[in-house]
């Protein structure tokens, strides 16, 4: 049996981010032996995630992940207990791990997702491992993907709780790796975030929200005392608005407002020599 130095409980605590006191108290047990001290803390770590499961998760963190590429995308919302672990830079790598896992395997719902193979073990498996590492609570709340024949660019605002991946049409594959692409995909990605359209393009809107709408907009035109004669160009100059505030591509450019996102594209394509548009985009917002 070898001895149970500081030195080699110090080694553990670096090898796993497990407390002192655990690592100490796995290596009594694994006489010493640091290989299966690992084990046994695997093991302990389980049974704890197992108590945890129970716990709150109203903190954690968005990760979004793209192939190289360019053609496969996913978004993933991590939660974890507190603010502390979400905004820990190794729980929110393991959030991007995940999103490439979305990625690759492509499951059909969470069920399936804690299936998919991740690190020569299942995400289920290296969650629990995870919930072991931080002493808290974890869950994958929801994730998207979404895949492309043309370019994918993807945004995360730096509190970790905001993010979303643009698809854009592209005529030439070398445009997607130019820098005067990129930098436009990740305007649009972050207008996306900052003002928070309902679609890319306004035939993408659901018609009963638009049906909603106008339904409010005829309200007003009535109450505004205004001959019924005059109540459809109310409404349709109202309709304009709302179509300018919640399409993505109707929007003014909030780095340059005397243009649209649109008109922006048409730029970018003029400059690169292509034909670019904007299709369509997932966002995440945490908590939704």
Same mark, same amino acid.
């Given at each position: 049996?070898?001895?149970?130095?500081? /030195?080699?409980?110090?080694?553990?605590?670096?090898?796993?981010?497990?407390?002192?006191?655990?690592?100490?108290?796995?290596?009594?047990?694994?006489?010493?032996?640091?290989? $299966?001290?690992?084990?046994?803390?695997?093991?302990?770590?389980?049974?704890?995630?197992?108590?945890?499961?129970? %716990?709150?998760?109203?903190?954690?963190?968005?990760?979004?992940?793209?192939?190289?590429?360019?053609?496969?995308?996913?978004?993933?919302?991590?939660?974890?207990?507190?603010?502390?672990?979400?905004?820990?830079?190794?729980?929110? /790598?393991?959030?991007?791990?995940? +999103?490439?896992?979305?990625?690759?395997?492509?499951?059909?719902?969470?069920?399936?997702?804690?299936?998919?193979?991740?690190?020569?073990?299942?995400?289920?498996?290296?969650?629990?491992?995870?919930?072991?590492?931080?002493?808290?609570?974890?869950?994958?709340?929801?994730?998207?993907?979404?895949?492309?024949?043309?370019?994918?660019?993807? *945004?995360?605002?730096?509190?970790?709780?905001? +993010?979303?991946?643009?698809?854009?049409?592209?005529?030439?594959?070398?445009?997607? +790796?130019?820098?005067?692409?990129?930098?436009?995909?990740?305007? &649009?990605?972050?207008? &996306?975030?900052?003002?928070?359209?309902?679609?890319? $393009?306004?035939?993408?809107?659901?018609?009963? &929200?638009?049906?909603?709408?106008?339904?409010?907009?005829?309200?007003?035109?009535?109450?505004?005392?205004?001959?019924?004669?005059?109540?459809?160009?109310?409404?349709?100059? %109202?309709?304009?608005?709302? *179509?300018?505030?919640?399409?993505?591509?109707?929007? /003014?450019?909030?780095?340059?407002?005397?243009?649209?996102? /649109?008109?922006?594209?048409? $730029?970018?394509?003029?400059?690169?020599?292509?034909?670019? $548009?904007?299709?369509?985009?997932? %966002?995440?917002?945490?908590?939704?």
């Amino acid at each position: 049996m070898a001895k149970v130095t500081a /030195a080699l409980v110090k080694q553990l605590r670096e090898m796993t981010d497990s407390p002192m006191m655990e690592c100490k108290k796995a290596l009594v047990e694994a006489e010493g032996d640091i290989e $299966k001290a690992v084990d046994v803390l695997r093991t302990m770590g389980l049974a704890k995630a197992i108590k945890r499961a129970g %716990r709150d998760t109203n903190e954690g963190t968005i990760a979004a992940y793209i192939t190289e590429d360019g053609k496969v995308g996913a978004l993933v919302e991590l939660t974890c207990e507190t603010d502390f672990v979400g905004t820990n830079a190794k729980f929110r /790598a393991f959030a991007m791990d995940l +999103a490439k896992v979305v990625a690759e395997c492509n499951p059909a719902d969470l069920d399936a997702f804690m299936a998919c193979p991740m690190n020569g073990n299942t995400v289920d498996a290296e969650l629990k491992e995870n919930i072991h590492v931080f002493g808290e609570n974890q869950k994958v709340n929801r994730f998207a993907r979404i895949e492309t024949d043309g370019a994918l660019v993807s *945004y995360i605002h730096h509190d970790g709780k905001h +993010a979303d991946i643009v698809e854009f049409a592209i005529g030439k594959p070398e445009t997607a +790796a130019s820098d005067a692409f990129q930098t436009f995909g990740r305007d &649009v990605a972050m207008q &996306v975030i900052a003002m928070n359209p309902i679609s890319a $393009k306004r035939e993408d809107i659901p018609e009963d &929200v638009v049906e909603h709408e106008k339904s409010i907009y005829r309200a007003q035109a009535a109450e505004s005392g205004r001959p019924e004669k005059f109540w459809d160009g109310i409404i349709n100059g %109202r309709l304009k608005k709302f *179509y300018q505030e919640s399409t993505l591509t109707e929007q /003014a450019f909030v780095k340059d407002s005397n243009m649209t996102v /649109a008109e922006l594209a048409e $730029k970018v394509s003029k400059d690169l020599d292509d034909d670019i $548009k904007v299709v369509t985009f997932i %966002r995440f917002n945490f908590g939704e």
